[in-house]
T-cell receptor, first 111, second 114 residues
Framework: DVKVTQSSRYLVKRTGEKVFLECVQD?????MFWYRQDPGLGLRLIYF???????EKGDIPEGYSVSREKKERFSLILESASTNQTSMYLC??????????FGSGTRLTVV | GNSVTQMEGPVTLSEEAFLTINCTYT??????LFWYVQYPGEGLQLLLK?????DKGSNKGFEATYRKETTSFHLEKGSVQVSDSAVYFC?????????????FGKGITLSVRP
């Protein structure tokens, strides 16, 4: 089975900090995605990547950036964390037209 | 553009009750349709899928039929268990376009009482 691993289950950061959320998949998937999940809003796509060093904006990219230097790793970066970025962050990967495999999520609290 | 609409929640049922969760969609082309489930404290897992009209996806006692004429993919289960308590997301992937992004509904929380 494909495994998608997110480095932290829970994070607490201060406003203004630079925050890195890491995601690693072990099955050579081309596509990787970052979503945030908020009550009543469902999943919203932040950024996605179809290949190494490629990235595309999703629906809510403001305040975020991403990095994909290696195929297996897709990092989400909050340049200057704010309280409205407190959320559950979910990483996913897929190959071609298959369904997504999700990580367990990182619950980020910005204080 | 693509969109997925799920019925409003939350839903609370007693064990062994019949479950229906409605999902309708708007999409270009001929999308594939999915149901994902999220158990407490976990990420999303694929529950079932259907790739063309009239296909029925099934898994763990859950079923959903791809209805092109009504643009729907309603999730059903004949007898729910406490362990089915989770958040359920309907999603689609349009087969047109250069990528394979999923579009998700807002999700609905199901609680099953013993």
């Amino acid at each position: 089975d494909v495994k998608v691993t997110q480095s932290s289950r829970y994070l607490v950061k201060r406003t203004g900090e630079k925050v890195f959320l890491e995601c690693v998949q072990d099955m050579d998937h081309e596509n990787m995605f970052w979503y945030r999940q908020d009550p009543g809003l469902g999943l919203r796509l932040i950024y996605f990547s179809y290949d190494v060093k490629m990235k595309e904006k999703g629906d809510i990219p403001e305040g975020y950036s991403v990095s994909r230097e290696k195929k297996e790793r897709f990092s989400l970066i909050l340049e200057s964390a704010s309280t409205n970025q407190t959320s559950m962050y979910l990483c996913a990967s897929s190959f071609g037209g298959t369904g997504y495999t999700f990580g367990s999520g990182t619950r980020l609290t910005v204080v | 553009g693509n969109s997925v609409t799920q019925m409003e929640g939350p839903v609370t049922l007693s064990e062994e009750a019949f479950l229906t969760i409605n999902c309708t969609y708007t999409a270009t082309g001929y999308p594939s349709l999915f149901w994902y489930v999220q158990y407490p404290g976990e990420g999303l897992q694929l529950l079932l899928k259907a790739t063309k009209a009239d296909d029925k996806g099934s898994n763990k006692g859950f079923e959903a039929t791809y209805r092109k004429e009504t643009t729907s993919f309603h999730l059903e289960k004949g007898s729910v268990q406490v362990s089915d308590s989770a958040v359920y997301f309907c999603a689609l992937r349009s087969l047109t376009g250069a990528n394979s992004k999923l579009t998700f509904g807002k999700g609905i929380t199901l609680s099953v009482r013993p």
